[in-house]
């Protein structure tokens, strides 16, 4: 499961956005890191669908299961949790800046932006 969302810290890098201009310049960039949080969603999934899969396999004594659930869940299952109700979060941030940049170019004539200011 690592190496599915091993990528996540490219994807944040590339989608980061300092300034308004940034949005309207690299719209194409939002978009792609969208389709990869999206594409990083599903290869969690997988993963941690094959993961709960092996574990379903296991046969164990009683003691050790025990054991073994707890760090389960606290190795596997919490950080994929934790991963899938973030993407969609992550996700819609991106979406609503991809929004921003929809808005002031169908404004551009109403609006006027000169490094961190905007002017209407």
Do not use: W
């Not at 969208?34 to 997988?46: H, P, R, V």
């Not at 993961?51 to 050790?64: N, T, V």
């Not at 929809?102 to 905007?118: M, P, T």
């Amino acid at each position: 499961m690592d190496a599915s969302v091993k990528p996540l810290a490219g994807i944040m890098q590339k989608g980061a956005v300092r300034s308004l201009n940034d949005i309207l310049t690299r719209r194409d960039d939002l978009k792609n890191v969208q389709t990869s949080i999206n594409d990083m969603g599903a290869a969690l999934k997988e993963q941690k669908a094959k993961a709960d899969a092996a574990r379903a396999q296991l046969k164990q004594p009683d003691d050790l299961k025990a054991v073994y659930d707890k760090a389960y869940d606290k190795t596997v299952s919490l950080p994929a949790d934790t991963f899938r109700d973030v993407l969609p979060q992550l996700n819609a941030t991106f979406d609503s800046s991809l929004k921003i940049a929809d808005y002031v170019d169908a404004h551009k004539a109403q609006i006027e932006i000169s490094g961190s200011i905007v002017k209407t």
